[in-house]
């Protein structure tokens, strides 16, 4: 009897420890959001935690009938160098990006303020072309009216 107490003790231990371990680290999902990084810092006073936003384009309705901006919180692992310099850099360039995330299921406060973290950082080339240079041709019409109003002004300044 008491074996299986010792034994039932520890499975129930290995269980809540797996459980625990999923929870903690596992992902819940992923995916990746487009737009142009308009914050990065770093938090905290023990745990420093780098956090962003990005502003993803587009404005909904606010709370109150005013709008809002859409903009995404999103949170980057310690360690991640990498991902800190191309953040950086795209913010700096004004570039669109593509971030790729993993969602946690619960935000623990000394990983990130967020539940999304930050894998792999794709920035974005435009795709826009440069806008054609227009040439406008006055038409002559417009051309004789402007002469005779010239001529008109000279006329009406001369002093004899």
């Given at each position: 009897m008491k074996k299986f107490k010792i034994i039932s003790a520890l499975a129930i231990i290995v269980v809540l420890g797996i459980t625990g371990y999923y929870f903690f680290f596992a992902a819940y999902s992923n995916?990746?959001?487009?737009?142009?990084?308009?914050?990065?810092?770093?938090?905290?006073?023990?745990?420093?935690?780098?956090?962003?936003?990005?502003?993803?384009?587009?404005?909904?309705?606010?709370?109150?009938?005013?709008?809002?901006?859409?903009?995404w919180d999103f949170s980057v692992e310690r360690g991640?160098?990498?991902?800190?310099?191309?953040?950086?850099?795209?913010?700096?360039?004004?570039?669109?990006?593509?971030?790729f995330y993993k969602e946690k299921f619960y935000k623990w406060s000394f990983f990130g303020d967020?539940?999304?973290?930050i894998e792999e950082v794709e920035i974005l080339e435009s795709k826009t072309a440069p806008a054609p240079e227009l040439k406008i041709e006055p038409k002559l019409e417009i051309e004789a009216e402007l002469e005779n109003e010239e001529e008109q002004f000279s006329d009406e300044n001369t002093m004899f």
């Open positions: 995916g990746y959001r487009v737009g142009t990084i308009i914050k990065m810092s770093q938090r905290g006073v023990v745990f420093k935690t780098n956090e962003g936003q990005l502003h993803t384009g587009g404005v909904t309705a606010g709370g109150e009938g005013g709008l809002a901006s859409t903009i991640s160098d990498q991902i800190l310099n191309k953040i950086s850099k795209a913010a700096d360039e004004q570039k669109r990006v593509k971030l967020t539940k999304y973290f």
